[in-house]
């Protein structure tokens, strides 16, 4: 099943002696709505779960997934149980607010130090993935939150505790972009290499306007690099064209329009901006040593995304590869969310299953396909 991935997640505590009736109520922001939780215990049970949003426009999957949660939460006497798939953001929105409405009935009856030495620490994979998720729905508000839980990964993995709390530290810079065309001052050798995002093709295996406009940019820049070499990354999302790829398509219409073909490397495997980041690090460090630094080109609204997810890959596999600069085009309308990149980050950690659950709740921008696990697509790229 889908690992719960917002929130505290924690055992009820059994509490021996007789207690009152104690209720507590918490709103959260999900994902495009509130979620109210109100959460009543009676002795050491969980008597009541009730949650209400304010999305008056959520769809029968999410409203019945307050029910499905709430139903849980009672029958387990807990509220650490999965979210239901279909509806993750919604549910984890309510295991969120029941979590916290269960911390604040617990300090109230036992002060907080004596029920926090009961809770306990979680693996690894776990506590990553609460520690992205806090911060992809709530940002800097979690900050004691996810403090906490960098906390708790150091006890348990050191190694992972100096990587995640770097990619954190990078999650909360925010880039300057560059419209159409790299900066000044970047290396005038092949130590930089420029990395070019894909964009989901047309059906026949064309590319999209978009997908034109970016390597409009990408000429630009290697014209002004000229010894820079390029990654042209994405593979096949032709849905009538199998033979097509992003990577392959790129490549060619940068030759076409006068670049060196010795200059451009194709990835042409990966689906999503996390497997962008995966493979071309790969290729680089076998095949191109000397790349020491990376330009990430694309769309505006991606290159935060991408540059996260880069610069997050080579901390994961302790590379010396930086990300020092972008280029972007100003493209008309799109938007990537904290949430997203808080999936894809939990791609690049290994659960591939929960990134897709988050992606294809919380994908916002154009009109793709259903994005499947299995068979992902990708999502610019």
């Not at 959260?28 to 009543?40: K, P, R, S």
């Not at 993995?157 to 065309?181: C, F, N, R, T």
């Not at 992003?246 to 076409?256: N, P, Q, S, Y």
């Amino acid at each position: 099943m889908i690992r719960t991935v917002l929130a505290i997640l924690c055992a009820i505590l059994l509490i021996s002696s007789a207690l009152a009736e104690d209720s507590a109520s918490v709103t959260v922001n999900g994902v495009g709505e509130q979620v109210t939780v109100t959460l009543t215990m009676e002795d050491d049970r969980i008597l009541r779960v009730e949650a209400t949003t304010d999305n008056t426009e959520a769809d029968e999957r999410g409203r019945e997934s307050l029910e499905l949660i709430s139903s849980a939460m009672i029958a387990r006497n807990s509220v650490n149980v999965d979210a239901v798939s279909g509806a993750t953001c919604t549910s984890n929105a309510v295991i969120a607010g029941a979590t916290e409405a269960w911390l604040q009935i617990m300090t109230e009856r036992m002060g907080q130090e004596d029920w926090m030495m009961e809770m306990p620490s979680g693996d690894t994979q776990s506590i990553i993935e609460e520690i992205v998720t806090f911060y992809g729905q709530y940002g800097d508000e979690a900050e004691g939150q996810i403090n906490a839980l960098l906390e708790d990964l150091k006890a348990v993995d050191p190694k992972a505790y100096a990587q995640w709390s770097a990619i954190m530290d990078l999650w909360k810079e925010e880039p300057m972009v560059h419209e159409g065309i790299l900066p000044d001052g970047l290396p005038e050798t092949d130590e930089l290499c420029l990395v070019a995002l894909g964009f989901q093709l047309n059906p026949d295996g064309t590319m999209r306007e978009e997908l034109i406009e970016r390597l409009k940019v990408v000429l630009a820049s290697s014209q002004k690099y000229p010894n820079a070499l390029i990654v042209c990354t994405g593979g096949g999302t032709a849905a009538d064209n199998p033979n097509a790829t992003e990577a392959g398509m790129m490549a060619r219409w940068l030759i076409d329009n006068g670049v060196d073909a010795d200059r451009v490397i194709v990835e042409d495997h990966s689906l999503t901006t996390a497997q962008n980041a995966i493979y071309t690090l790969d290729i680089l460090e076998k095949q191109y040593p000397q790349v020491k630094q990376l330009a990430i080109l694309s769309s505006d609204y991606h290159i935060a995304t991408g540059t996260l997810l880069f610069g997050a890959e080579a901390i994961l596999r302790d590379s010396d590869l930086l990300v020092v600069s972008n280029a972007a085009y100003k493209a008309p309308t799109g938007t990537l969310s904290a949430m997203f990149q808080a999936g894809a980050l939990i791609e690049l950690s290994g659960d591939v299953e929960t990134a897709f659950e988050i992606y294809y709740e919380t994908y916002d921008i154009h009109e793709l396909p259903a994005l499947d696990a299995g068979a992902p697509i990708s999502e610019g790229d």
